[in-house]
């Protein structure tokens, strides 16, 4: 459970989540939507087109109608956000962040007077369209992206978790270095109440020179008991708090790839057995997933390691629990997901992509080792995949042609959280003609990060509030396991088996806002825009 010294900041949390259903802000004048008991229904006619390629090369498009039904409970859970990795820079950074925000604080800057906000948010900062304005066509009416349903606000996180770090989260703050002065001065007192819980530490998934951090482990290398530990923390924390909720979320150190075994991680039964032998390849946020299962909370991923091996897949998926992940997206690799999809979709061909990286903070520090790299350079590589297998003119399919990408990260500690990121995209435009476009970007790691945590919590928690129902379905349903609508905040999307990867951001924005509409009954957004163009 954690210190009495920390009421007074979960408290403030706590109090402000009154578990009531919250009346939307969008109401949706239409026969196929319904708001009562505390739950939106909509009915939605999903529009799609199969199409059928042809022996004479002709393809056949086939427009295709599918209804869904979906109920969305309106009730705003009190809501527990436990961080694996609490005492990082991600962490401290974001419950700083949450205090100056709760308390409308202001600091001194050298730019000048600063006031608390949540820039960088998808949810607390951008607006959707929600259409055109009835007494003016000629207007858009565009509304914040919260307001499209009953959300939590991260004004009401309250906050736990657990390091391998012993600091408390004021001294954690000041080792972080990732906060103005003046600020870190303001929430000081009410940081160092807030100390993590000890954490599950095994050397070998992440680098050796982690070791003099470990100073708050679960003793022991029983791995069933650390299993055991980390579940009784999730009750205890929901308890004491009075919450409704939990969403657990790894935003601690990469770890290496775990190896996936027949007989160890590759169902649910193994996986647990696994567990129970403490079996080498079961690393620590396998161990905080298969927890957070059992206990019935969404998990969500922020690291690139593979957490979700097809054991805790599918333990997910028979526990109906929800999962999101993996690698926050947050600087070079999401400009990498826009410039790639323009320049594709340009009908311009990179032929080479290199991607150049140095950092200084904890994180560069862990990765500076190999195994811990790869994992990073897994989930950095693979994001233009899908855009380059979009354009059979530029790419050929056959030879599974694609540029070549290369992906380098260095340590360097005086930069410390500002990392610097150097892009170069080479590639052939018209008639064998050459372009290079280089581009740097200063990243502000856990500036960028942090509020991406925000948006996955916020709509992870929503998610797990819809269900849905089809023609051919007797009952409604959770959504699958596997909560792809996350894809936008993540560099390497975790999507249910046997369905495609998005990487464009482009495309992953459209898709959660057409998701979004589709719960509260409206259609997608049509861009043709014909009231613009057919009238007279």
């Not at 160890?264 to 161990?287: F, G, M, Q, W």
């Not at 969404?298 to 333990?315: A, R, Y």
């Not at 051919?472 to 999507?495: G, I, N, T």
Request: aromatic share 8%; glycine share 6%; hydrophobic share 40%.
């Amino acid at each position: 459970m954690c210190p009495p010294a920390n009421a007074e900041f979960h408290a403030a949390a706590a109090a402000a989540q009154q578990q009531q259903a919250t009346a939307p802000k969008i109401v949706v004048a239409a026969p196929n939507v319904t708001v009562a008991n505390g739950t939106i229904h909509s009915k939605y006619d999903y529009s799609t087109t199969k199409v059928h390629k042809l022996p004479n090369g002709q393809y056949r498009a086939e427009p295709v109608t599918k209804t869904y039904e979906f109920a969305t409970s309106s009730t705003v859970p009190r809501l527990g956000v436990m961080l694996v990795g609490w005492g990082g820079n991600n962490g401290s950074t974001l419950t700083a962040s949450i205090i100056a925000n709760r308390q409308s604080l202001a600091w001194e800057t050298r730019e000048g007077v600063q006031q608390a906000n949540y820039y960088g948010s998808l949810v607390m900062a951008s607006t959707v369209k929600l259409g055109v304005d009835a007494d003016d066509e000629t207007k858009e009416v565009f509304v914040p992206l919260h307001d499209m349903l009953p959300m939590v606000h991260p004004n009401d996180f309250v906050l736990g978790g657990w390091d391998i770090s012993g600091h408390n989260l004021a001294d954690a703050m000041d080792r972080a270095r990732v906060l103005d002065p003046d600020l870190r001065r303001q929430v000081r007192d009410e940081m160092r109440a807030l100390k993590p819980l000890p954490s599950v530490y095994y050397p070998d998934f992440i680098a050796a020179n982690q070791e003099d951090r470990a100073d708050n482990v679960i003793p022991g290398a029983d791995k069933q008991a650390h299993l055991e530990q980390v579940r009784r923390d999730m009750r205890e924390f929901k308890a004491a708090h009075g919450l409704d909720k939990l969403v657990i979320l790894w935003t601690a150190n990469t770890e290496r790839f775990a190896e996936v075994q027949t007989g160890v991680n590759d169902t649910a039964d193994n996986i647990l057995a696994a567990i129970r032998r403490s079996e080498a390849e079961i690393a620590p946020s396998t161990v905080f997933a298969v927890a957070s299962i059992l206990e019935g909370h969404t998990f969500i991923n922020g690291s690139p390691q593979n957490t979700f091996v097809p054991g805790v897949l599918e333990l997910a998926e028979r526990h109906r629990v929800h999962l999101g992940g993996d690698d926050f997206k947050s600087g070079q690799t999401k400009v990498k997901s826009v410039i790639v999809d323009f320049l594709v979709n340009a009908g311009i061909k990179p032929l080479s992509i290199a991607s150049y990286n140095h950092l200084g903070n904890n994180d560069g520090k862990n990765l500076s080792e190999h195994k811990q790299f790869r994992s990073k350079e897994i989930s950095k590589s693979s994001v233009v995949d899908d855009m380059v297998a979009a354009n059979h003119i530029l790419y050929d399919a056959k030879t599974n042609e694609h540029p070549d990408h290369v992906v380098v990260i260095k340590y360097v500690p005086a930069v410390g959280d500002s990392k610097r990121a150097l892009d170069e995209y080479y590639n052939e435009i018209f008639m064998g003609g050459r372009n290079t476009l280089s581009m740097f970007n200063t990243c502000e790691d856990s500036l960028l990060a942090s509020p991406l945590i925000i948006d996955l919590v916020v709509l992870g928690e929503l998610l797990s509030r819809v269900t849905f129902k089809t023609e051919a379905m007797r009952e409604f349903d959770s959504l699958h396991a596997v909560l792809s609508p996350l894809s936008y905040m993540l560099k390497a999307p975790l999507v249910p088996q046997g369905t495609p990867v998005i990487n464009s951001l482009p495309r992953q924005r459209a898709g959660l806002e057409a998701f979004l509409r589709a719960l509260v009954g409206l259609p997608v957004n049509n861009e043709a825009n014909l009231e613009w163009k057919c009238f007279h």
